[in-house]
């Protein structure tokens, strides 16, 4: 039991290491940076909106149908909240998926990218000391 989960841990952090640098990689590959600072800032804010409202207010949501005491408290669920707000590989890699034809397929790839650097550089940076402050 015991080596397999540290052959796991191993793999995980292994795997974690190989999804990072190909995002490094990818992000000094693209020759010609063809972005917007607009889409950026929209797509910053709809991933706060978005990522608010799919985890506090389906909790709350949630708690008020059913009428069900939360088990967490509300710095917990801030804490979720920051955590979740970390944009990664899986969300560049369907971004990499759209169609060849689409006219504005380049900006929509590069301000992902973009997106997913500075999301995981600031939450990602900022979640040790929230988990100080929150928890």
Request: overall charge positive; charged content about 10%; glycine content about 8%.
């Amino acid at each position: 039991k015991q080596t397999t989960s540290i052959a796991f841990g191993a793999f995980g952090f292994g795997a974690e290491a190989f999804v990072f640098a190909y995002l490094g990689l990818t992000f000094f590959s693209y020759t010609s940076y063809e972005w917007s600072w607009q889409f950026f800032v929209a797509e910053f804010f709809v991933v706060l909106i978005g990522r608010f409202l799919g985890i506090v207010g389906l909790l709350y949501a949630v708690s008020i149908i059913f009428n069900h005491e939360r088990e967490l408290s509300f710095k917990e669920v801030m804490f979720l909240y920051c955590g979740g707000m970390i944009r990664g590989a899986i969300a560049f890699g369907l971004v990499l998926r759209l169609d060849h034809s689409l006219p504005n397929r380049k900006v929509i790839i590069t301000t992902s990218l973009c997106l997913v650097i500075v999301t995981t550089l600031l939450f990602g940076s900022m979640l040790p000391c929230l988990s100080k402050i929150l928890l």
